[in-house]
């Protein structure tokens, strides 16, 4: 614990996280030093160090969204997986830098300012995935490598790369870009996000970490600040499949305190069998293929299939053809979803509120536009637009109709006894800060999440892997999505491509 925080200050500059909570974090991991001497130890994650996204509930401690209207939120409660990683004796290092309301794909729209990847171009970094199999590591990938290593004693802290954060820099990617950074960085073994569009598995691939979506529905969301509550998850990201599969494990069930998880339907991974990969049936589905992608995005793309292929998979080109359709679908949901959800902040209850005492109607004006960022009003007036009653059932009927089809995409792939499907995370490795902040190039870079909101749509389980290097050195990764409920498989065919 004190070597991650220690990482964690030698990190300032790359803005990971907009709270360490140092003094809960001492406190914790004494408390676990303790079981450990006395032979009582809690649970699987007991000492471990890990952080939250800046929209978990946190007990007592500030919960922000990156938003100035929750600046000085303090919840009296802690969100459902919050809890269930504390009963497992984790310690809690510090809450992660966000989107504001995790709305975005870079982590670059926060009152805390934006975080930074820890890759960067030109230094020769291995793959930390790869330096489990490697005998020479590089700087920034000694020491341990997974909450594995470290239960077996290995407490070597893995070095930190000289990191040039002067000028132009890499963008962590987003919403969840503390998260990953976090993670990447080594300051903690575990992190949790959130994806509602893609937000835990996009910053995963651009800083070279496991991403997983789980199941709607297998993880309680209670506590987890809503953007659209049909379609957030807690993301779970981690260093190694192994590593995402133990913190699935101690997250997913049934909660009585969210209607919308299931009951009976986990089973706790196992993924000590090497799975047997003549039994599986991998599915390429040829609409996520599309503009923008690059060439050596789609390269890696079609040579892992072969690898796959070479070791007794079938591969089979599949299509998914409502998949071009998925951005607009999602810009409309999200947007309804936000207008309703963020109409809560209005500066009585909780929160910011407005110097402002002219009427009650003012003082919700001058507190929301006070409160929220331009990305956040935005969204709200749009979603507000396709609410009125005489655009309703143009625009928002229509995408849930949109949605659904969508869906039956994914139902027809799987009863045609596919078992993953096999697409590139992101179109490219990550972009420069000064490219993404273009005005204009907002929608170019909402194009990111191509890939991944489809996954949201349906429900079904996703999960992000680092493969290799870009030309210019970044991490470039692939995404598996399974059936709804089968992480099991998912992570099984994850962990033979890692
Ligand atoms: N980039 C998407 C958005 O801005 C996804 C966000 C997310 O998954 N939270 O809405």
Redesign the pocket.
Known sequence: CAACLHQAEKLKKLNIFVRLTREVAEIQARQADVRYQNGNIRGILDGIPVAVKDNYCTLNIETTCSSRILETFRPQYNATVVQKLQDAGAVLLGKCNM?EF????GTVDSIHGPSKNIWQSGEKYTLIRNAKKSEESTEHVQGYNSIHDIKMGCRKLHQLSSHNSEGDWFIAG???GGSAVAVASGTVFAALG???????R?PAAYCGVVGLKPSYGLLSRHGLIP??NS??VPGILTRTVDDAATLLNVLAGHDPLDSTTVEGVFIPLDLSQDIDLTQVRIGIPKEYHCAGMSGEVVQMWSEVADTLEQAGAQVIQVSMPYTPSSIAC??VL?QCEVASNMARYDGIEFGLRAAEDRSTEQLYAATRSQGFNEVVRGRILAGNYFLLQRNYSQYFVQALKVRRLIAQDFDKVWSSGIDVLLTPTTLTDAPRYSQFILRDNREQC?S??YC??PA?MAGCPAITIPIKLSEQGLPLSLQLMAQNYREGMLLAVAKWIE
């Open positions: 989107d995790a709305m975005g794909s987003g919403s969840s959130s994806d509602t569009g893609g937000s835990t996009n953007l659209v379609m957030d999602y810009s999200n909402a990111q999440d991944t909101q949201n």
